[in-house]
């Protein structure tokens, strides 16, 4: 989506919060607004004259308009089908188009006040969309770590409890008029490529990681303590292959992405898949790229056949804003508006975050391009989304949730899940000596450094909202010890020549006990439309870093924040630099939660999310070759942990604490015998892998039982990572993660974590055509250091 501020036009005479946003990419234009001032004044002078024809505030106000008791779809007694039914019939074509847009229009004739669709919701509640605002009632919300980092906590109660703070923010907000309560968020696209801007936003490279990160903050979003209804809507978004922006000339919107079937399947479509199946979403948004030649909201495939046929999403299917726009004008993929209407919503688009919907649908209807009851199905799954809010059950302060206000927001307790989250994520990637934590018994002052030493809203990433407040690391640490003397070192995170200051800083590490330097980037270097080109630390920061280590006195500790990962070689082998940190962008809390990491209050446990490559393989691969795989014919590296076997500066999982765990393999089958249905053609001839559709799947699972064991002295958590090696037949992952569990434990005690693993969901693997098959031979599964070899035979 394009982060464009939203325009509004507040009539302060009819209602007391009425404003109209514009969600569309290009500002209107003078004679567009004169219009809706003559449109306006219009429905001021009705407000004076005639309230019956005023727009209602809430849709179903039936004590103010006692007729509208009489309508099915306001009576909360038939089920939702019933009442979407008798809605959708009682509209003319063109109120109906009215609803294939996200700022969609009113219906006063039935009470239904205009609805804006279109509000985000990504690490807390956004102003990104028209839909929500910050005013003196709410002037902010709890603003959580970026994605990546969150991500990077392993701890999926963790992503549902960020969710569910969400919600009840978003709740308490719009209970107040200044929330929609249909959020676009998470985005759950692979971060595939180290230069993404967007990688940030993501819950990393892993599909099985992205998969539990959906399923959970989605349930935290949506739960309701009743499975019919939604507390808020959430979005997966953005379907398919989505993860380039804007690279050496290649943009998002006019981008074909070629991606083989296999791909797709084992890479592409999983967090998709389970956030659908798994985290019942009531939302997918389509993005702006093709996917093999096809824009993915125009794919039919894609969406009636794979999101609602084979996935049977019970929810919306929304473009990203301006996609049909965009496939039409940018893409030309359609010769006139009325075929881009007719093929969007006949693929199964419901609902356009844009106009273009709204300005052609009539037409292609009328044409004969577009059945009309293509677009009653298309409004039907909105208002189904609706009625499962109670956005049709009258007064929201009468409903469940009601009671949720501005009281609510920013509470104490949400504030500590944001700074919890950040301490949760934050990732030890260099220890030496243990140099870390410091003591405050030997460390009474320190050099803060850097230009992300004093960060506030760089902290928060993008699809951001307004924090409650900032606890920026400077005051986190300068809290802890406050003998800090502070240099930013340079300017910005740009870090030009110009702007270094190496003497001051110099002088302050040169004369402190210990020296925290804190760089990286900010959405100047990364962000939506913008991906990087370099993965080296911008500008001079190098230099900055090196220069400063060597006159150190005390210990030096590196923090990058920064969504994507750096070839940061240079200090992970300079042994002037004993500590890095990776923090990504730790929310509002953020220096908070890097003081708890370095002074050892709280034991760090996160692990990345994602491989750091060195530079020369952003020199050597293009960011537009999709393939996952490596191709040893012309040098193509392949991509993420699971592919690529290259050289890295920090692997997928990388993480270190304070305290050592070791783990035991307390049980694992050995030999694993697939049933086979008679007369399979694997009984006679010998075959690589199965099929194994079906009902022969459903018992064939077992568990792995491992021990872990704290054996340091200080209390932690630790993440156990359960990976495969599946027998090299099909173009396999190298290793691919199966489960992963977070344990607490003291010092010297034991946990036990089972993994269920279940054959045909665990150990296949895709084809070359994109179908599952269970390999036959060993797999070798991986713990830590353990490894144990499982066979699987017929
Ligand atoms: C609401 O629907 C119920 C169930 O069909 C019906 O008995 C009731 O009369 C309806 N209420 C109104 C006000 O029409
Ligand atoms: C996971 O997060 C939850 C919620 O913040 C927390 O209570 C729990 O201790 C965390 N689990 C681990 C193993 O750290
Ligand atoms: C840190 O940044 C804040 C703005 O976010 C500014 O008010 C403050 O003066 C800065 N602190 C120092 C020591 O420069």
């Not at 019956?52 to 038939?78: E, H, K, R, V, W």
């Amino acid at each position: 989506m394009q982060p464009h501020p939203p325009l509004y036009i507040t009539f302060h005479y009819c209602l007391p919060s009425f404003h109209l946003p514009m969600a569309s990419m290009k500002p209107p234009s003078k004679s567009h607004l004169s219009h809706l001032f003559l449109g306006f004044s219009i429905l001021c002078f009705l407000c004076f004259n005639a309230v019956s024809a005023q727009t209602p505030i809430f849709a179903c106000d039936i004590a103010s308009n006692p007729a509208l008791a009489g309508f099915g779809f306001c009576n909360t007694s038939l089920d939702d089908d019933s009442r979407v039914k008798d809605l959708v019939q009682r509209l003319t074509l063109e109120e109906k188009v009215g609803f294939l847009v996200n700022t969609a229009g009113a219906v006063s004739r039935l009470g239904i006040p205009s609805y804006q669709w279109w509000s985000e919701a990504l690490h807390g509640v956004s102003n990104n969309g028209p839909g929500t605002k910050f005013t003196s009632l709410v002037p902010g919300a709890t603003s959580f770590p970026q994605v990546l980092l969150t991500a990077a906590s392993c701890n999926t109660s963790l992503f549902q409890a960020i969710g569910k703070v969400v919600s009840t923010e978003a709740r308490a907000m719009h209970n107040v008029g200044l929330a929609g309560l249909t959020f676009w968020s998470p985005n759950i696209n692979i971060f595939r490529d180290p230069r993404w801007g967007r990688g940030q936003e993501t819950p990393g490279e892993d599909p099985h990681l992205a998969s539990q990160y959906a399923i959970m903050y989605v349930r935290g979003l949506q739960d309701a303590g009743n499975s019919d209804k939604l507390k808020v809507a959430a979005c997966c978004k953005h379907y398919t292959a989505y993860d380039l922006d804007n690279w050496n000339g290649f943009k998002r919107y006019t981008f074909n992405a070629q991606v083989t079937q296999q791909d797709m399947e084992d890479t592409f479509q999983p967090p998709f898949k389970s956030c659908v199946t798994d985290g019942n979403v009531a939302s997918v948004m389509c993005s702006y790229n093709q996917v093999n030649g096809k824009p993915t909201c125009a794919d039919p495939d894609l969406l009636a056949g794979v999101v609602r046929g084979s996935w049977k999403l019970k929810g919306y299917i929304v473009s990203d804003c301006d996609s049909v726009d965009v496939l039409y004008k940018d893409q030309h993929y359609t010769k006139t508006p009325e075929d881009a209407a007719a093929i969007t919503v006949s693929a199964g688009l419901d609902l356009d975050c844009g106009s273009f919907l709204g300005q052609h649908t009539v037409a292609a209807v009328k044409a004969g391009k577009l059945a009309e009851n293509k677009v009653d199905n298309a409004i039907s799954n909105n208002f189904a989304v609706l009625m499962r809010l109670g956005f049709f059950d009258g007064d929201p302060k009468q409903l469940p949730f009601g009671k949720l206000g501005p009281k609510d927001v920013c509470t104490p307790e949400n504030q500590e899940l944001a700074r919890d989250a950040a301490r949760q994520g934050i990732v030890l990637l260099k220890n030496n000596k243990g140099t870390l934590p410091l003591s405050t018994e030997t460390i009474k002052s320190l050099a803060i450094i850097g230009p992300n030493a004093n960060a506030s809203f760089t902290m928060i990433g993008n699809y951001e909202g307004i924090p409650c407040k900032y606890t920026t690391p400077l005051q986190g640490l300068s809290a802890v010890i406050s003998s800090s003397v502070y240099q930013s070192g340079c300017q910005n995170v740009a870090c030009s020549s110009n702007s270094l200051q190496l003497d001051s800083a110099k002088k302050a590490a040169a004369g402190a006990d210990a020296t925290i330097l804190i760089v990286g980037e900010d959405q100047s270097i990364e962000r939506e439309e913008l991906d990087r080109v370099s993965l080296l630390l911008p500008g001079e920061q190098t230099t900055l870093i090196t220069e400063v280590a060597k006159v150190a006195k005390g210990p030096v500790i590196l923090v990058i924040m920064s969504g994507g990962g750096y070839d940061i070689s240079f200090a992970k082998s300079n042994d002037q630099i004993p500590s890095i940190l990776w923090v990504g962008y730790p929310g509002e809390a953020g220096g908070a939660a890097i003081a708890d990491i370095v002074f050892g209050y709280h034991n760090p446990s996160g692990k990345l999310p994602m491989t750091w490559y060195p530079q020369s393989y952003a020199d050597k691969v293009p960011m537009t070759d999709m393939r996952m795989r490596p191709d040893p014919a012309t040098g193509y590296p392949g991509r993420t942990y699971r592919f690529y076997t290259g050289e890295t500066i920090y692997k997928f999982g990388d993480g270190l604490s304070y305290t050592t765990f070791n783990h035991h393999l307390v049980q694992a089958p050995k030999l694993v015998y697939l049933p086979l249905e008679d007369g399979h053609a694997c009984y006679s001839q010998r075959c690589k892998s199965v099929d194994l559709a079906g009902s022969r799947c459903e018992k064939l699972a077992f568990d792995i039982h491992v021990r872990v064991e704290n054996s340091g002295e200080m209390a932690g958590a630790h993440t156990v990572f359960l990976f495969t090696t599946p027998p090299a037949v099909h173009n396999s992952p190298n290793m691919h993660l199966l489960g992963f569990e977070k344990v607490s434990l003291r010092p010297k005690a034991m946990g036990n974590v089972v993994f269920r693993v279940d054959v045909c969901k665990d150990l296949s693997v895709s084809d070359e055509d994109g179908n599952r098959k269970v390999p036959l031979g060993s797999h070798l599964l991986h713990v830590g250091d353990l490894k144990h070899s499982l066979s699987i035979r017929v």
